[in-house]
């Protein structure tokens, strides 16, 4: 069978260019994402918890900058980096955050998979509904890598995606719960719409996948901080020591 074809970067781009004000509200940007204001509290949560003393954030995927404004309420100010693809987001990111009491403020438009940091850059990372667009091993190791490497001691990594499953019984059973949310959300025509463009740009790999790469990376301890369906929020510390 033929692997389907997948958006380009560009593609990817260009639509997330057209999207800065619904991604501007978590309460309208996220709609087809299960569980989206849960798990944003969980991660900043677990984040400022894990590294009360943070000076540095890094926000892989930042989007209109939900993430680290809801951060900033919990830890005050902080220097932060913004990474996206989409510059648009980037601007609206940055003025939104302007807004707020925060540290040096730096952007940086593009892949993840291409941008590069100084070792020991920063205490904290977030990934959120993003990580979902690399592809091969070889780009997920990578990535998780380069995360590794640009935290320091006892900083944290907050991963919050969609996510597969490795038996595809219980990925059929999950898509279905899925589809149901956005169908019973916006109705049949709304699920397959989003369905469609998850078939066309999307190649999510399993919360165990991804649980085991943290670990094997060197990421002590590694915890779940919820799941539900095709969607979860996880990660790791870098330790101390």
């Known amino acids: 069978m033929t692997e389907p074809h997948k ?10 260019d057209r999207d800065v004000e619904r991604f501007s509200n978590l309460e309208t940007g996220q709609q087809a994402t299960m569980d989206a204001p849960l798990v944003l509290e969980l991660v900043t ?30 830890t005050g100010p902080l220097d932060v980096t913004l990474v996206d693809l989409s510059l648009p987001m980037l601007e609206r990111a940055s003025q939104r955050i302007g ?5 040096n403020l730096a952007t940086q438009q593009g892949d993840i998979r291409e941008c590069r940091f100084a070792e020991g850059s920063f205490d904290i990372v977030m990934a959120a509904a993003v990580l979902h667009h690399l592809r091969t091993d070889q780009e997920w190791e990578a990535v998780f890598e380069q995360v590794w490497a640009a935290l320091r001691p006892g900083g944290s990594f907050w991963i919050a995606d969609l996510v597969s499953h490795d038996d595809p019984r219980i990925q059929q059973m999950m898509w279905d719960r899925w589809g149901q949310y956005l169908a ?15 078939q066309r740009e999307d190649t999510p790999r399993s919360l165990t996948y991804q649980l085991e790469l943290l670990a094997r990376t060197g ?11 095709c969607f979860a929020a996880f990660g790791g510390i870098k330790p101390a020591g």
């Open 45 to 74: 949560d677990a984040a400022a918890r894990c590294c009360p003393h943070a000076r540095c954030v890094l926000d892989i995927g930042c989007g209109a900058g939900n993430y680290t404004l809801r951060l900033l309420d919990k």
């Open 7 to 16: 958006s380009t970067v560009d593609e990817i781009r260009e639509r997330f």
């Open 219 to 229: 990421f002590r301890p590694v915890d779940v901080l919820h799941k539900h369906a």
């Open 99 to 103: 807004e707020r009491p925060h540290g």
């Open 184 to 198: 019973e959300f916006k109705g049949p025509d709304y699920r397959d719409q989003v369905f469609a463009y998850v």
